[in-house]
Structures are given as structure tokens and as C-alpha cells.
């Protein structure tokens, strides 16, 4: 499979891409190939919301979005990597989702496999709740076929995700696709 994995932190080094280069590595091992896209790096503006799209059309923005449009409709699969910010996704990531919109029929018609992958500080059993029932209430609206995910709880440093059994995880999520 083609594979592209988005990721949105701040920190290049940091504990969710810590995980998605395990999950690289695993998915690497069983031979499908794998492209990152960077979105915290990216130059993307967020959705003007203009309609000029209308849902199916050329972005009036020009930046990054015309190229990652591109790349995820020639994927099999897409990865979306955040840290948790307030319980949500990054900022980042969040910029990426919305810029769907303009492109969203061709994107719901591809029945994208996908995959969540995200490190946040605390560890409670509903610390993830709200990133997780987001993802799946998009997997649902845009057709994703979910193929798993992997919430990072107890993952706010890179030396706290290190000792965890969050990047195993990753990495045997990788090699099962
Ligand atoms: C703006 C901001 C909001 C955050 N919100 C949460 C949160 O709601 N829950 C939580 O457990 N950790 C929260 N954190 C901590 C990060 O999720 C955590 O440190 C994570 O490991 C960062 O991942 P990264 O290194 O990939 O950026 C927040 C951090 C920042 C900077």
C-alpha cells in the first residue's frame, strides 16, 4: 500500500512522531511504502470558508493544501499523528481536516483506509474520548475505513513515550497491515 502519514506537532522530535516512526518502521518491514507530510511545517492557511469550492473544486488558497490533496487521493491509506491539545486534535491537523472540503466527494468516494496515531501527558481511562469518538464520527461522515488506532496515554515527554508500551504498539501495528 501507499501510505502517507500526516503529521501535525510542533515538536519535530517529539512523543506522536515518536510513535509514527515506529508505526513507519513496522509498515516499512511489511513492504508498503510510506511518505510523511509534515502539515506543522507545511504552509497551509486555514478554511476561508467561502464556498468557492463548492465542496468539489479548486481551493482559492494557494499553498501546501494542493499538493497533499493530490498525494491522499493516490493513497491507499492516510495516518492523521497529533499530540492532544485540549482534548482535541492539534491545530495543525484540525487545518489539514477542514481543507477536505473542498475536495470532500472525491475523498469520501475513495473509501481511504485510515489510522490515528496520538501521545498526550495525562493518562486517564477518558483522556482520549473526545479525540477518538472525532475520528470516528469523521471515519464514518467521510467514509474512512478505520484500520486502528493508537492513543499514546501517559506520553508527555519522549522519554515518558520511550518507556511506554505505546511505540511496541506502534510498531506491531505497523508490521500487521
Ligand atoms: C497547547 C497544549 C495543549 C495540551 N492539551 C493536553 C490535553 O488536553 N491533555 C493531555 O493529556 N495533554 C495535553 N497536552 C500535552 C501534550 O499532549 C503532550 O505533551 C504530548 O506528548 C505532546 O506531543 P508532541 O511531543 O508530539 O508534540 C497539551 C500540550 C499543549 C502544548
Keep these: 500500500m501507499n501510505i502517507l502519514v ?7 522530535h517529539g512523543s506522536s512522531n515518536l510513535l509514527a516512526e515506529e508505526f513507519i518502521r513496522g509498515a516499512k518491514e511489511r ?13 497551509l492557511h486555514t478554511c476561508l470558508g467561502c464556498d468557492a469550492c463548492g465542496m468539489s473544486g479548486p481551493c482559492v488558497q494557494k499553498d501546501d493544501m494542493a499538493q497533499l490533496r493530490e498525494k491522499l487521493l ?4 492516510a495516518v492523521f499523528v497529533t499530540p492532544l491539545y485540549y482534548f482535541g486534535m492539534s491545530a495543525q491537523l484540525k487545518t ?6 473542498s475536495f470532500n466527494g472525491r ?3 475513495k473509501g481511504l483506509k485510515t489510522a490515528l496515531i496520538a501521545a498526550a ?6 483522556t ?4 477518538s469518538s472525532h475520528y470516528q464520527t ?40
Excluded at 6 to 12: F, G, N, R, W
Excluded at 31 to 43: K, M, T
Excluded at 121 to 126: E, K, L, R
Excluded at 148 to 176: D, H, N
Aim: include cysteine.
Design 121 to 126: 501527558w495525562d493518562s486517564n481511562d477518558w
Design 31 to 43: 513492504g508498503h511504502q510510506l511518505e510523511i507530510f509534515d502539515a506543522a511545517r507545511a504552509d
Design 96 to 101: 489539514v481536516l477542514d481543507r477536505f472540503y
Design 138 to 177: 469523521l471515519c464514518r461522515y467521510l467514509n474512512f475505513r478505520d484500520q486502528g488506532t493508537i492513543l499514546g496515554i501517559g506520553c508527555g515527554t519522549v522519554s515518558q513515550t520511550r518507556a511506554s508500551r505505546f511505540p511496541k504498539l506502534a510498531y506491531e501495528f505497523g508490521i500487521s497491515l
Design 74 to 77: 493516490a493513497s491507499d491509506m
Design 6 to 12: 500526516i503529521e501535525s506537532s510542533p515538536h519535530k
Design 107 to 109: 475523498l469520501s468516494a
Design 128 to 131: 482520549m474520548r473526545e479525540l
